[in-house]
Structures are given as structure tokens and as C-alpha cells.
């Protein structure tokens, strides 16, 4: 079964664009909720992640995320895209009884237009 | 600190080969993941260890081998290579910590990318 779901294969926004990328998790328990990013050639690098507490984690390079449990979503915003955001993210939930294995989404393209 | 580092960058096999590929991380994690990633597609993780002589089987771990005698080492093994695992090999270590606060992440390597002809 498909645990998470990103719409998006590509986006594509203008510099100084605001964006959102979708991620739509299926677990029926409180999950752990992660973005990453990708640029070309290299290994992923963690924007933020989401345990509990407070719905809305913010990241590093400005990124943001909101856990909504009633829409199994958590969607990673940014108000202003740069033009070295171009890459590839990826939503990722950890599931098994220890919270042990990580379960990717298929990435969304992020291209920025000057 | 290296963190963690994966070797080789690059290999081309020939079908019904065999190769290993190595896993090394200086962070003294416990937990370390191999991942593949398919073209336009997500990490699918092969397998996973939480510990010295611990591994579990991932998602799609047909094909593959583990094993994790050390803390720093964490090999992957194909024992007869298949065009279907041509793909982009992704090793990661993490010490989790699942605080609100906490630094639990992944640490990736750079990768190795493998072609099976």
C-alpha cells in the first residue's frame, strides 16, 4: 500500500514566487512526517520534519510545513522561492512498531523561472 | 567528521556478477539504511540495521545481502546482478531522537551509482 503521495511530478514558479508542495500520507496512527531535498547528483538533505506538538515546523532555507491530521496532508511551503531551490523534494513518513523504516514519496521537480 | 561515505561512486556489472558496496559512517549512529532510487522515483529502502548484528528487510530487499559486524560499516551485497537493479544506491546513517526538538535525521552518502548490463 502507497503510504505517501505526492501529486506533483513537476512545478515550476518564477523567482520570488510563493510555492507549495503536496504530500498526502496514508497510517492510521500519529505519524512522523519528514521533507527532503535533493539537488542533482547528491544525497538528500533534511528540511524539517514533524513528530507533534505544534501542526506548523519550520525548516531551514526559509521552508515551512503544515501537518493537517482531518486531510492526511503536510504540505512544505516557502513565500519566496530563490533560484537555488531548484531540486527535487521528497515527503517521507516512518512507519514499523519501532518507527524504524522510512517510506518516500516519488519526489516532486522544483524548477524556478527568473 | 566524513560522515557518511559510500564507495564506489560509479560500477558497471555484467549480469550474474557479484559486488559489494561499501557503507562506512563516523558519527557512531546505531540505526543505517540502504536505499535504491529508480529513475523519477522515490528511495525504496532495501534494508536496515538498528544495531550491531541487527538487520530487517525493507521494502524491496529480493536480491540483496546486509550485513553489520561493526558500528561503522554496513555493506550491501548483490550476489548475481540483474538489469532490474540498475539503479542509484543511497546508504544513510541516523541517530534518532523523537523529541519535538530532537535532531533525528538521516545523514546520506553520496551515493553510488550502479548499471547492470
Known amino acids: 500500500a502507497q503510504s505517501v503521495t505526492q501529486p506533483d511530478i513537476h512545478i515550476t514558479v518564477s523567482e520570488g514566487a510563493s510555492l507549495e508542495l503536496r504530500c498526502n500520507y496514508s497510517?492510521?496512527?500519529?505519524?512522523?512526517l519528514f521533507w527532503y531535498v535533493q539537488s542533482p547528483g547528491q544525497g538528500l538533505q533534511l528540511l524539517l520534519k514533524?513528530?507533534?506538538?505544534?501542526?506548523l515546523v519550520q525548516g531551514i532555507k526559509g521552508f515551512e510545513a503544515e501537518f493537517k491530521r482531518s486531510q492526511s496532508s503536510f504540505n512544505l511551503r516557502k513565500p519566496s522561492v530563490h533560484w537555488s531551490d531548484a531540486a527535487e523534494y521528497f515527503c517521507?513518513?516512518?512507519?514499523?512498531?519501532?518507527?524504524?523504516?522510512?517510506?518516500f514519496g516519488s519526489g516532486t521537480k522544483l524548477n524556478v523561472k527568473p | 567528521n566524513a560522515g557518511v561515505t559510500q564507495t564506489p561512486k560509479f560500477r558497471i556489472l555484467k549480469i550474474g556478477q557479484s559486488m559489494t558496496l561499501q557503507c562506512t559512517q563516523d558519527?557512531?549512529?546505531?540505526?543505517m539504511y540502504w536505499y535504491r532510487q529508480d529513475p523519477g522515483m522515490g528511495l525504496k529502502l532495501i534494508y536496515y540495521?538498528?544495531?550491531?548484528?541487527?538487520?530487517d528487510k525493507g521494502e524491496v530487499p529480493n536480491g540483496y545481502n546486509v550485513s553489520r559486524s561493526t558500528t561503522e560499516d554496513f555493506p550491501l551485497r548483490l550476489e548475481l546482478a540483474a538489469p532490474s537493479q540498475t539503479s542509484v544506491y543511497f546508504c544513510?546513517?541516523?541517530?534518532?531522537?523523537?523529541?519535538?526538538?530532537?535532531?533525528?535525521?538521516?545523514?546520506f552518502g553520496p551515493g553510488t551509482r550502479l548499471t547492470v548490463l
Open positions: 517521507a513518513v516512518v512507519r514499523g512498531y519501532n518507527f524504524n523504516k522510512f517510506y
Open positions: 540495521s538498528v544495531g550491531a548484528g541487527i538487520t
Open positions: 514533524y513528530f507533534s506538538g505544534d501542526t
Open positions: 558519527m557512531n549512529h546505531n540505526y
Open positions: 544513510a546513517s541516523r541517530n534518532p531522537d523523537r523529541s519535538p526538538l530532537g535532531t533525528d535525521t538521516q545523514y
Open positions: 497510517y492510521g496512527a500519529t505519524p512522523y
